[in-house]
């Protein structure tokens, strides 16, 4: 951020003449940091209570006495637990990175301060209301759409007044290129807006109950369209866009390839819609739709590994500095986990894997690791990266920061691992024949019997990983308590004439 | 291609057009949507329901929706895949058709515990009930949530003609006197699930409590499919031996 530009020391009538005629060579404008701090502080929190009840549920499956019924049984918090760090911790860490860095890339400040607090205070209104209406059982079953339909409203008049912020900003702004972390927010905005009014049609018949326009095999072909692709765009293509704009700010290190960028934005943002399917391998789906979801996701594995070669190769030349910065550890080890879920997931989505895995604790290490790992993380690294800027303060303590990294790394890795051995030996239980041609496990109480031990791992695990987040939680308090009580909006000043010409650091 | 993509090529035009950016990005993301969806949606008969198939009553309709709000989804799929160990387990494939009237659909996506499509007579109501007041009464194993307060709360079926209204809105075949009568009809089947119960030496005056409705849906899941399959073997005739 640019600071004003002072004016020339000269004797007083002159030296004011002079800063007058400097001024109106140039554009002053502000960036809007309120907002973004706002966004910051909601994201650690709703992380904190999203994964709180992640705990208390992973606690619930070997220990079913933790389960307190009607309001706070497994059943009804489980939806509680995937919208709140889906919708509340990811949405708002996603807000949080659109509206620092499109601020920058455009050189504008957002487009109307009312619209960014109306999307502020009405997104967190629509998490306390989910935080209400799910332990009270009202929900439409829908997997990342159990909000019944007056949330869902809500959503959509929230979301336009997000896209009409954003669009907004681009319109106005100053910087005419615009950057390739936009185009993601492009696309994550579009998308979503159709995913979710697609998969809401709901006929209601009150305020709290309502049926899906859609029926049987429809309704799941629309769910897992609306279900992956929310995966699609909002775990993962505004995450790109994070990693476009923070990383190379981190690492002070130009983007690897402009046009991988390019490739891969398309291909990725083509390919994705085809994949819901995979989630319906061997169900009563028509074959060719089941078919062309798992061809189309594992084509999809190469866009997405351009991502991350993209994102890795840009510390060429810098790896060194992975060493003094958490910023950078907590980065690298996002994109390589976004690797691993994005190679994973092709993998799953083959119906000859997806046979044993489909319905076992496979896929939750699969979505853990790729939500522990890599949206948790590139959430994490921006947060560290900003705080210090946003408070105007120094990190209260790197070496806290740097715990946070581990015990997160070791939480995900508990948990994951954990996952794949209850998964696989569960999948492999369950389809075992001996050789007189009788199933071996012919209870399936059997299989939870066996893989109940994995559970407590996966909850160690899942708690390292939100004691990671409570240390964030400490840091960031103590960093604000040190910050200076006047934070004004940064300034930047902007030449009249001819106007910017930014070519984007790219290395090829 | 190579030109193209070069920094002073088309794609960078293109990268100071917002508005063209965002319509073919919108564009992009409908190809893969039409595709997928225009076959089961515009070809009529794509999903046909299975001739055995008959809408959900009003008391297993109620259950249905106790089900969704106990969020038994999250645990249990229903949906029988075409494997041997499945077939062994839980019965015959689950087909598009058994599934025409289901709004939402309830396949699941997890198996914590086992699947429930064929769940439908493989125990008595009684069972049912001490399963849902506690499972490890019936199963010691069980990690499953109690759910001792279906046996408790009053069963609402006020609305249950409005439930079935906004059913056959959507596609399901409600007479408007099943519509008009849904009340009760549900009464008349709770009183014969609480009976029953009764009988079998399970608790008393159940008949207006929930868990009858959670009883007569499980109770009712996969009848349809086995009614088919019985169908169609009996139409085939006795089964060949191979030689």
């Known amino acids: ?508 | 291609m190579p030109r193209f993509l070069r920094a002073d090529g088309a794609h960078r035009r293109i990268e100071g057009w917002p508005l063209v950016f965002t319509i073919l990005t919108v564009l992009a993301i409908l190809v893969g949507t039409l595709v997928e969806f225009a076959p089961i949606f515009l070809v009529h008969g794509a999903v046909e329901p299975l001739a055995t198939l008959r809408p959900w009553t009003p008391l297993e309709l109620a259950g249905r929706d106790l089900y969704i709000r106990e969020g038994c989804n999250n645990c249990h799929s229903q949906m029988v895949r075409p494997f041997q160990d499945e077939v062994a387990r839980y019965g015959p494939v689950s087909t598009a058709g058994e599934t025409a009237y289901e709004t939402p659909f309830l396949w699941g996506s997890k198996r914590t515990g086992p699947d429930l499509a064929r769940v439908g007579g493989k125990y008595p109501d009684l069972w049912h009930v001490r399963h849902m007041e506690d499972p490890r009464s019936t199963s010691p194993q069980s990690i499953m949530p109690a759910y001792a307060h279906l046996l408790t709360d009053p069963l609402d079926i006020d609305d249950l003609p409005a439930r079935l209204r906004a059913n056959r809105a959507i596609g399901v075949p409600y007479t408007d006197a099943e519509i008009e009568g849904a009340v009760a009809l549900a009464r008349a089947q709770a009183d014969s699930v609480a009976a029953r119960v009764r009988e079998a030496g399970g608790p008393d005056q159940l008949a207006d409590r929930e868990i009858v409705a959670m009883v007569a849906y499980l109770q009712r899941l996969g009848r349809d499919a086995r009614a088919a399959v019985d169908t169609a073997r009996t139409a085939a005739g006795p089964v060949a031996v191979a030689h």
């Not at chain 1, 619930?60 to 509340?88: C, D, K, M, S, W």
């Not at chain 1, 949330?151 to 100053?174: E, H, K, M, P, Q």
């Not at chain 1, 399917?277 to 061809?295: C, N, R």
């Not at chain 1, 939870?448 to 990671?468: A, D, F, H, K, N």
Request: hydrophobic letters at 50%; aromatic letters at 16%; charged letters at 15%.
């Open chain 1, 1 to 508: 951020m640019a600071d004003p530009i002072p004016a020339p020391p000269a004797a007083a009538p002159a030296s004011r003449v002079a800063a007058d005629e400097g001024r109106s060579r140039f554009e002053v404008f502000t960036y809007d940091d309120r907002i973004e701090s706002g966004f910051v502080l909601a994201t650690v929190l709703w992380g904190f209570v999203g994964m709180l009840v992640g705990a208390l549920i992973a606690l619930q499956l070997p220990f079913p006495e933790a389960n307190i019924g009607p309001y706070l049984t497994f059943g009804r918090l489980r939806p509680l637990h995937t919208n709140a760090v889906i919708f509340a911790f990811a949405g708002n860490g996603i807000f949080a990175a659109i509206y620092y860095s499109t601020q920058r890339l455009c050189k504008a400040r957002m487009f109307s301060d009312v619209m960014s607090k109306v999307h502020f205070w009405g997104w967190q209104s629509i998490i306390v209301a989910a935080a209400i209406t799910l332990p009270l059982g009202i929900t439409t079953s829908k997997e990342y759409a159990e909000l019944e339909w007056p949330i869902d409203i809500a959503i959509a008049v929230v979301w336009v007044v997000f896209a009409v912020n954003f669009f907004g900003t681009l319109w106005r702004r100053r910087e005419k290129h615009m950057y390739v972390a936009l185009w993601f927010y492009i696309a994550t905005i579009v998308t979503v807006a159709v995913l979710h009014i697609g998969n809401s049609l709901e006929y209601p018949i009150s305020l709290t109950k309502s049926y899906p326009i859609y029926r049987g095999v429809q309704d799941a072909l629309v769910q897992w369209w609306y279900g992956h692709n929310a995966v699609a765009f909002f775990l993962t293509t505004p995450f790109l866009g994070l990693m476009y704009y923070f990383l190379p700010k981190a690492a002070e290190r130009p983007v690897f390839s402009y046009r991988l960028s390019i490739v891969h934005f398309w291909s990725l943002v083509f390919l994705y819609i085809w994949a819901g399917p995979h989630h319906l391998q061997y169900t009563a789906v028509p074959e060719w739709a089941a078919t062309l979801g798992m061809v189309f996701s594992v084509m999809l594995w190469m866009p997405s590994w351009g991502g991350m070669i993209n994102g890795l190769f840009t510390l060429r030349g810098a790896w060194h500095k992975l060493r003094d910065s958490v910023v950078l550890k907590m980065f690298v080890v996002g994109i390589t986990f976004y690797g691993m879920a994005t190679f994973e997931g092709p993998l799953l989505s083959i119906k000859s894997v997806n046979a044993l895995s489909h319905y076992t604790d496979w896929t939750i290490g699969h979505v853990h690791s790729g939500a522990l790992g890599w949206n948790g993380f590139m959430i994490f690294g921006m947060i560290y990266w900003l705080l210090p800027r946003l408070w105007r303060t120094p990190l209260w303590s790197e070496r806290l920061a740097n715990v946070h990294f581990w015990i997160g790394t070791v939480g995900i890795l508990l948990y994951v691992l954990a996952m794949y051995t209850s998964g696989i030996t569960q999948g492999l239980m369950l389809r075992a024949f001996d050789g007189a041609g009788r199933r071996c496990t012919p209870d399936f109480v059997e299989t939870v019997e066996q893989i109940r031990p994995m559970y407590w791992v996966r909850l160690v695990g899942g708690t390292m990983y939100l004691s990671g987040v409570v240390m964030l939680m400490v840091n960031m308090y103590m960093t604000i308590r040190r910050a200076p009580k006047q934070l004004p909006d940064p300034a930047v000043a902007i030449p009249r004439t001819g106007g910017l010409a930014l070519v984007p650091a790219f290395a090829s």
